[in-house]
T-cell receptor, first 116, second 108 residues
Framework: DGGITQSPKYLFRKEGQNVTLSCEQNLNHDAMYWYRQDPGQGLRLIYYSQIVNDFQKGDIAEGYSVSREKKESFPLTVTSAQKNPTAFYLC???????????????FGPGTRLTVL | GIQVEQSPPDLILQEGANSTLRCNFSDSVNNLQWFHQNPWGQLINLFYIPSGTKQNGRLSATTVATERYSLLYISSSQTTDSGVYFCAVVDYGQNFVFGPGTRLSVLP
């Protein structure tokens, strides 16, 4: 089945450790995105990538890093520099249509990160 | 940057009732989506509707881009409709912004 997978579903990390969240899609979408959601809030954009080997910062990129070596994969690393990393992290993808801006986004099931 | 407001923030309905959720945005947009976030956190696409009207079963949506608002209609609500409904927009500066959501509870 086509879709977006995220792993793990739940992740616990000790303060001061880096951790990497996985996001894979088999929809053949060009663009991929990472969002953060805090309890009772909407989503905020961390990073996005519209093409392999290229990515841009979103509104809250500090303390995070990404790579886009393959079209299907867009892993997110939460570094020790992120002050409040406990949150729900959602990955999304969309078709990129040049000149038409961002297209409809589809989301994975999310990863809940807790820093102990 | 563009501001997105949603109303009401919370809504409680009896099963079978109808409801209207509203999304207001402060600037012109070239993309608008409605999502339903279920209790497990999954975001489900409802509508991709930068303008016009669409219907899907008991749900329909209308976006009036010139007046900077969108409406989501839920008819004959069911308990499975419970969750948070988000509106998300993209402005012409390519800024993607989610609204704060409307939390819907449908009681049996």
């Amino acid at each position: 089945d086509g879709g977006i997978t995220q792993s793990p579903k739940y992740l616990f990390r000790k303060e001061g450790q880096n951790v990497t969240l996985s996001c894979e899609q088999n929809l053949n979408h060009d663009a991929m995105y990472w969002y953060r959601q805090d309890p009772g809030q909407g989503l905020r954009l961390i990073y996005y990538s519209q093409i392999v080997n290229d990515f841009q910062k979103g509104d809250i990129a500090e303390g995070y890093s990404v790579s886009r070596e393959k079209k299907e994969s867009f892993p997110l690393t939460v570094t020790s520099a992120q002050k409040n990393p406990t949150a729900f992290y959602l990955c999304a993808s969309s078709i990129r249509q040049p000149g038409q801006g961002w297209n409809e986004q589809f989301f994975g099931p999310g990863t809940r990160l807790t820093v102990l | 940057g563009i501001q997105v407001e949603q109303s009401p923030p919370d809504l409680i309905l009896q099963e079978g009732a109808n409801s209207t959720l509203r999304c207001n945005f402060s600037d012109s947009v070239n993309n608008l989506q409605w999502f339903h976030q279920n209790p497990w956190g999954q975001l489900i696409n409802l509508f991709y509707i930068p303008s016009g009207t669409k219907q899907n079963g008991r749900l329909s949506a209308t976006t009036v881009a010139t007046e900077r608002y969108s409406l989501l209609y839920i008819s004959s609500s069911q308990t499975t409709d419970s969750g948070v409904y988000f509106c998300a927009v993209v402005d012409y500066g390519q800024n993607f912004v989610f609204g704060p959501g409307t939390r819907l509870s449908v009681l049996p």
